[in-house]
């Protein structure tokens, strides 16, 4: 059986000379490596979306930059940065596109944002003044290395690929996020919460494998076997979707 193609959307922005890249951490496409799939770095500007699913069997949504407001309908808040417009019209096609194959998906702290915009939801612009969240969600600030553990969120019991890899009852993650879900569509169901009632988990029932983590499991995953358990569960999905 051949390893699965995953597609990894990276981030997009000019470079110290003025050029437009493309970037990904390392710490995704590794994840996906020792789960078993063959990681691809996808070009954002690319607007074949239909021809490129057809190379692939999942897509891996990565964090970056905020969505611009306008897509859900709000006014920008001062706080909002990052917006690339090459990205939001890429990766929300392609999520629909995704949704509409039932290809794989599993999608991180921007991606769950995607996930929930592409969906019919909207997002909180800004945690510290639009929430009565009193926690701090960037744990650089806090002092916390890239790769620790820093906070703690409760999953749902259930039947859902989160609580699959994951367990019920509290789990252990990280934060680097200004930005959460707001109104979540039916589609969707939230399954994880912080204590200050920030979403960090979602997934969607109708699907055979899409799920969101607010947080970034692959910078635990390395060194904390349930967080991996996230890619593995996407992995085998996807070898279950080149099969069909």
């Known amino acids: 059986m051949n390893a699965p193609i995953i597609g990894v959307t990276p ?11 493309y970037a990904i951490a390392a710490d995704y496409t590794m994840a996906v490596q020792r789960a078993g799939g063959i990681p691809v770095i996808l070009p954002l500007h690319i607007t074949e979306i239909d ?23 709000q006014e920008t808040h001062e706080t909002t940065g990052g917006i690339d417009a090459e990205r939001d ?15 794989p998906i599993l999608a991180i702290c921007r991606g769950i944002q995607v996930m929930n915009v592409e969906r019919g939801g909207d997002l909180v612009q800004d945690i510290p003044s639009q929430t009565d969240s009193t926690k701090k969600h960037n744990q650089r600030a ?32 990280n934060s680097f996020h200004h930005q959460a879900l707001g109104t979540v569509p039916d589609s969707l169901k939230v399954v994880a919460r912080g204590d200050d009632g920030i979403i960090e988990a979602v997934y969607a029932p109708d699907a055979t494998f899409a799920l969101g983590t607010q947080w970034h499991p692959e910078r635990l995953a390395a060194q904390h076997a349930e967080q991996q358990a996230l890619f593995d ?12």
């Open 89 to 103: 019209t890429f990766e929300i096609a392609l999520m629909r596109a995704a949704f509409a194959r039932d290809m």
């Open 11 to 21: 981030s997009g922005g000019d470079n110290d000379l003025g050029v437009r890249a």
């Open 142 to 173: 806090e002092g916390a290395g890239e790769h620790d553990i820093f906070q703690q969120a409760v999953l749902d019991d259930g039947e859902n690929p989160v609580a699959k890899a994951l367990g019920s009852g509290e789990i252990q993650i």
């Open 51 to 73: 021809a490129l699913l057809d190379t692939l069997d999942g897509v891996l949504f990565s964090g970056g930059g905020d969505i611009d407001p306008g897509i859900f309908n």
């Open 233 to 244: 569960g996407f992995v085998t999905a996807a070898k279950d979707y080149a099969n069909r």
